[in-house]
C-alpha cells in the first residue's frame, strides 16, 4: 500500500484561510503518473503538486489539477518550496532549479526565518496570440456584457508556461457581478480550447496595486476559480510592460491583487525586465503551513 502525505499550503499569502490552497506531496517519485492524478483529484484544490527528483536540476515538481496535469503552476511552486525550506529539506539555501514541464526554471529565496521566506520563481518567456472570437459570446461566458470589456487594449491568449486569455475590464465594480460558465470556454475559444480566462482592470482596492484580477478554469481543470494565480499574473505583468507602459527599458515592478471577490485576496510581485524587446518575468510571494490532510484518506493499494 501507498501513502501520500499531503500538506496544506495557502500560497501568495501569510495568513490562513487567505491566498490559494496547494497541496504538496514530498514523495512523489513513489506514485505513478495515474496515481498522482487520484490524489490530485481526492485533494479537490486547482493544484496538488509532487516533488520528484531530477537528474539535471535540484528537483523536480509536476502539477496536477483535480483533472489534469498542468506544465506549471506558480502558487504550488511557492508551496512546495516553502514547504521544502520549513522543514529544512533544500540542499542550497538561496538558489534551486526545478524541473517542470514548461522547462528548467531557477528559484531564489529570501529567508529571514519561517515568518519571512520570500520565494521569487523565473517564467519561460512570455508569448501572446490573438483571440479572434465573438466578443459578444466571450463576456457571457464570464456573466459581462460586451460594454464592460475595456476596448481600449488588446484580447490577447498569453503565456509565460500557461496559456490563458487576458481580458481588459472597464471598473473594478465588474467584478463582482462575473459569474463564469466555464462548460462555454471550449467553444469560444476556439483557438486555444483548453485555455482558462483571466479578467483584470487597472482599478485596484489596494491603492499600491497596480492590477485587479480573477482567473477562471477551464473546464477540464475540473474546478471553476483559482483564487490567486502566479503564472497569469507573470504575463499579465508581460502585457503592462508591452501594451501599457511600451516604451521602458531595464526592470518593471509590479504588484497584481486577487481573489477579494471569493474572500481569498492574496499579492503577487511581479519583475517584468526588458532588454530591447525581449522580456523577462519573474514572481514573487509567500506562503504559509494550514494543516496536513489525513493521509489515510490518501492510500493507493
Known sequence: MKIANVYHYDAFSNEAGKGNPAGV?????????????EIAFKV??????????????????RFFTPGHEMDLCGHATMATI????????????????????AGSLPIWIDSTGPERIQITMQQAPPQFDKFKGSLKELAN?????????????????????????LIPIKTLK??????PNNKLFPSVLKEMPKA????????????????????FSSP????????????ASGVMGAY?????KRSFQGTLDLIVEQGHEIGKDGRVLVRVSKNDEKYGVEITGNAVFVKELGAKLFCLE
Not at 147 to 159: A, E, F, H, K, V
Not at 240 to 244: E, N, R
Request: glycine fraction near 8%.
Open 25 to 37: 506531496v514530498l514523495n512523489g517519485d513513489d506514485f505513478t503518473e495515474k496515481e498522482m492524478q
Open 44 to 61: 479537490g484544490f486547482n493544484e496538488t503538486s509532487f516533488k520528484i527528483s531530477s537528474g539535471v536540476n535540484d528537483l523536480g515538481i
Open 82 to 101: 516553502y514547504a521544502l525550506k520549513t522543514k529544512g529539506l533544500l540542499k542550497q539555501t538561496d538558489q534551486v532549479t526545478i524541473k517542470t514541464r
Open 141 to 165: 461566458t464570464i456573466g459581462l456584457q460586451v460594454d464592460d470589456i475595456d476596448d481600449s487594449l488588446p484580447i490577447l491568449y498569453g503565456s509565460t508556461g500557461v496559456w490563458t486569455l
Open 174 to 179: 465588474d467584478f463582482k457581478r462575473m459569474n
Open 196 to 215: 482558462s480566462i483571466h479578467p483584470f482592470c487597472l482599478e485596484t482596492y489596494d491603492t499600491n496595486a497596480d492590477m485587479h484580477a480573477r482567473h
Open 220 to 231: 477540464h481543470s475540473g474546478t471553476i476559480e483559482d483564487a490567486v494565480t502566479g503564472t
Open 240 to 244: 503592462y510592460a508591452q501594451f501599457i
